[in-house]
C-alpha cells in the first residue's frame, strides 16, 4: 500500500459502511485519477437495471481503469461516489462491494446523494484517486 489509513479511536467506527475516516499519502508519492465509473459494458450501455448489479460493475470497470495504470483496488485512497436515491439499503450494498474489493481496511470514500446521473438508467458511479510509490522515491 502507497498511502496508510488511520480511524481515529474518538470517531466512529466507518469500516463497517466501507469507507474510513483519513488517508495520507506521503512526498513523493504518484497519484492516479479516475473519473466516474458506472455499471456499464464495453460498448457504454448499462449492465443492469439493479442497483447491486451497476455498484458491482462499476467497481469491476474501476479496477480495470487502475489496472491499465499496473494499480488495483488496494491503491485506492479516496473514492467519491454517487447514488441515485440513496438509502440504507443502497449503502450497504456499497459498503459490501467495498469490502470485497477494497479489503479490510477500505479507502475514504464520500457518498453523494443525486436526482440523476449523466444518463437516466444510471443509478451509481464511483470516482477514484489511487497512490503508488513514485520510482523516484
Known amino acids: 500500500m ?21 488517508a495520507a499519502v506521503p512526498a513523493g508519492t504518484g497519484l492516479v485519477f479516475v473519473s466516474g465509473q458506472y455499471g456499464s459494458g ?11 448489479g451497476q455498484v458491482k460493475q462499476a467497481f469491476a470497470n474501476l479496477g480495470v481503469a487502475l489496472a491499465s495504470h499496473g494499480l488495483d483496488h488496494s491503491n485506492i485512497v479516496q473514492l467519491r461516489t454517487y447514488v441515485v436515491g440513496p438509502d440504507f439499503e443502497k449503502l450497504g450494498i456499497i459498503g459490501s462491494v467495498v469490502h470485497d474489493s477494497c479489503g479490510e481496511l477500505p479507502p475514504t470514500q464520500t457518498v453523494i446523494g443525486v436526482s440523476g446521473l449523466a444518463m437516466p438508467d444510471i443509478l451509481f458511479e464511483v470516482e477514484a484517486v489511487a497512490s503508488y510509490p513514485s520510482a523516484e522515491s
Open 42 to 52: 464495453k460498448d457504454g450501455m448499462v449492465v443492469s437495471a439493479d442497483f447491486a
Open 2 to 22: 502507497s498511502h496508510s489509513v488511520i480511524n481515529p479511536s474518538e470517531l466512529h467506527d466507518p469500516i463497517p459502511y466501507g469507507y474510513s475516516h483519513t
